[in-house]
């Protein structure tokens, strides 16, 4: 069994900055691809950032230049800098990862999620 489990997410002011992470555990053999999204109330899940495990990163076009995305393999763990944040940005932010398990299988895996938002 694995589990993602993000953190981070808090209330900040517009311009502001925060730090998200997310740990995975349990079954981890090896991890591939992780990244973040987020979804605001009413809205799809949108894309904010990936990275593989040669480091190669992409992001979503309303948080280029702002956010960054980072891993560090030997804590199964990623993380989302997120500069000059605007309320556009509130929304519950996930964890997502593509994990090769000790039972011998590939798979995604979701977080539950942690609130950021943004308002003065």
């Known amino acids: 069994q694995v589990q993602l489990v993000e953190s981070g997410g808090d209330l900040v002011q517009p311009g502001g900055s925060l730090r998200l992470s997310c740990v995975a555990s349990?079954?981890?053999?090896?991890?591939?691809?992780m990244g973040w999204y987020r979804q605001a109330p009413g809205k799809q899940r949108d894309l904010v950032a990936t990275?593989?495990?040669?480091?190669?990163?992409n992001y979503g076009e309303s948080v280029k230049g702002r956010f960054t995305i980072s891993r560090d393999d030997a804590k199964n763990t990623i993380y989302l800098q997120m500069t000059n944040l605007v309320p556009e940005d509130t929304a519950v932010y996930l964890c997502k990862a593509h994990i090769f398990t000790h039972e011998g299988a590939w798979d995604d895996y979701w977080g539950q999620g942690t609130q950021v938002t943004v308002t003065s």
């Open positions: 349990g079954s981890v053999f090896s991890i591939n691809k």
């Open positions: 990275i593989t495990p040669a480091m190669i990163t």
